[in-house]
């Protein structure tokens, strides 16, 4: 609901991809987070030590939670100036965000 109300996209009620986007960032955020997981909480220097050594997977992790949470953060915001300008508008936030990036919020706009 956040999705449709913040870009004005459509979410499918079956295997749609920003739910889909959602619940694997999720996933690896959640991982990471987890207390003790990597060696590296406890001893700080392992954090510079090569990918390929043994009990470096903390690196791989990091790299796919960078991956999708950059993922997460621009293809939606994508697919929204996509549908705007195939359509003209998303939703009322979407208009008074186009008027504010054009001149300025004014106290008129609100109302």
């Not at 060696?39 to 050594?53: M, N, R, S």
């Not at 705007?84 to 706009?109: H, I, K, N, P, Q």
Request: overall charge positive; glycine content about 6%; aromatic content about 10%.
């Amino acid at each position: 609901m956040a999705l449709t109300l913040a870009y004005g996209l459509p979410i499918q009620p079956r295997d749609d991809p920003y739910i889909t986007l959602v619940k694997e960032s999720l996933h690896e955020i959640v991982k990471a987070s987890l207390p003790g997981q990597y060696l590296v909480e406890f001893i700080p220097i392992l954090k510079h030590i090569p990918t390929w050594l043994p009990g470096a997977g903390f690196h791989e992790t990091a790299r796919k939670t960078r991956i999708l949470s950059k993922r997460f953060r621009n293809e939606p915001f994508e697919a929204a100036i996509q549908h705007m300008v195939r359509y003209r508008s998303l939703s009322c936030l979407w208009d008074l965000l186009a008027v504010v990036g054009t001149r300025g919020l004014e106290t008129s706009d609100l109302r």
